[in-house]
């Protein structure tokens, strides 16, 4: 078994942070929910992306790319062979769908965690089906 983390009653396991999307013809990507400290990681890289800048004076667009790839080279934990990484990917579609997934599946679990959806009965019952 992996992770198993607690808040108040709550168990949380690698099961629930952690996803898979199968992009057709590129192959399976795992994906986690990052923790808190995690998204901080990820703003420094957004700021490193931008060298510095103020997000105030950064086009939108480029802000938009330097968060998808910042977050996305955090958050992949498994990819295909041929994915050399999200800063040597020249597929920006892929980039996005699997930023739009995560960022779904992100908001999905935000939203569990608020309504205290992650308890040792169901974790039980999981491993019991």
Do not use: H
Request: with cysteine; hydrophobic share 35%; aromatic share 8%.
């Amino acid at each position: 078994m992996g992770t198993e983390d607690r808040v108040g009653s709550m168990v949380i396991t690698d099961e629930d942070r952690i996803f898979e999307i199968e992009v057709k013809e590129r192959g399976k990507f795992r994906l986690k929910i990052p923790y808190p400290s995690e998204r901080v990681a990820i703003g420094r890289e957004i700021s490193n992306q931008l060298g510095g800048a103020s997000i105030v004076s950064v086009p939108p667009e480029s802000l938009g790319r330097a968060t998808v790839l910042a977050t996305l080279s955090l958050v992949i934990v498994e990819s295909p062979e041929w994915f050399n990484g999200v800063y040597r990917c020249l597929d920006e579609e892929l980039l996005s769908q699997l930023y739009s997934e995560w960022t779904e599946k992100d908001s999905e679990f935000r939203e569990r965690l608020k309504k205290n959806q992650f308890t040792r009965a169901s974790l039980d019952k999981a491993k019991k089906a």
